[in-house]
């Protein structure tokens, strides 16, 4: 339960089997998604030792919203503080993929005391919000709302995503990925998120402090490969990784090179403080 304002929520969220004292990771969702997303790569993460939070991002996922809050920017970031405030309390490794990844970068620079660390993938962060579909009336974004969950869009969706799958597999994805839709205030939020006019966030990342990795699909239909690049280019501390013969959701796709990319981070990353400690302890001494 995360205090929101006046009333307190019941958010959804997938919580650790076990606790450790090294910084958690912290798994965001992309957009219109929830935590199921991340149902191959968390048990390997978990498997590798870390300690894993998978959180549903106000207004997606499975969060009770029956007293219906803002689900902008603004009130999307807060929550995810009052989440972070209330259970995980000590900088994470923040890890966002797609819409997530501008989610991540919106969070970081308005909250740097609490991401240790970034990983970015198949990042969308340079989309000018929600464009038009802010200007839509209220009775058109409901229409256009309807059609986003259609089973058919949704299929569509999976069949660009994803690099080399069978009909069944991105059948399956399809119905996991569009569960949430089914909630009673699923449209009023999507709604709300659409006609608020969404994240905006490429000058944010210039400011962004963190260390980051950068995870990018191959054969990514959705965002493009030049973005990657672009976002390698503007970060000022990062590094790019890509996964070959893969699509816009490597932890779906090719979930163990891309939990794999991700322990090689941190503990690479882990690694070179321990050395830096260690030649400070020895001119110290």
């Known amino acids: 339960m995360v205090s929101f304002a006046e009333n307190a929520i019941m958010s959804s969220c997938v919580k650790p089997l076990v606790k450790s004292n090294e910084p958690p990771i912290v798994l965001l969702h992309g957009f219109d998604s929830s935590c199921l997303e991340w149902r191959y790569g968390y048990p390997l993460l978990e498997e590798a030792g870390f300690e894993t939070w998978a959180v549903d991002i106000l207004g997606w996922g499975f969060s009770d919203l029956e007293n219906l809050p803002p689900c902008d920017v603004v009130s999307k970031r807060n929550h995810f503080y009052q989440f972070w405030k209330s259970y995980i309390r000590r900088p994470m490794i923040l890890i966002g993929p797609s819409l997530g990844s501008a989610v991540a970068i919106d969070f970081a620079v308005n909250y740097p005391e609490a991401v240790e660390k970034l990983i970015l993938i198949d990042a969308s962060v340079y989309a000018e919000g929600t464009g038009n579909l802010a200007t839509l009336p209220r009775s058109v974004a409901y229409a256009g709302v309807y059609l986003l969950k259609s089973l058919p869009l949704r299929l569509y969706a999976n ?127």
Not at 176 to 196: E, Y
């Open 159 to 285: 069949y660009l995503t994803f690099t080399n799958m069978s009909l069944g597999t991105i059948l399956d994805g399809t119905n996991v990925g569009r569960l949430h839709c089914l909630l009673p205030w699923w449209d009023d939020a999507t709604v709300d998120f659409m006609t608020s006019g969404g994240y905006k966030i490429a000058p944010l990342i210039r400011k962004v402090k963190q260390k980051t990795l950068i995870i990018w699909g191959a054969n990514d239909r959705i965002v493009s490969n030049k973005l990657a690049v672009q976002l390698h280019c503007e970060l000022p501390n990062a590094i790019l990784r890509q996964i070959p013969d893969c699509g816009h959701i490597p932890h779906l796709e090719r979930p163990d090179s891309t939990v794999k990319l991700i322990v090689e981070f941190i503990k690479t990353e882990k690694k070179k403080l321990s050395r830096c400690v260690s030649q400070v302890s020895q001119v110290s001494s």
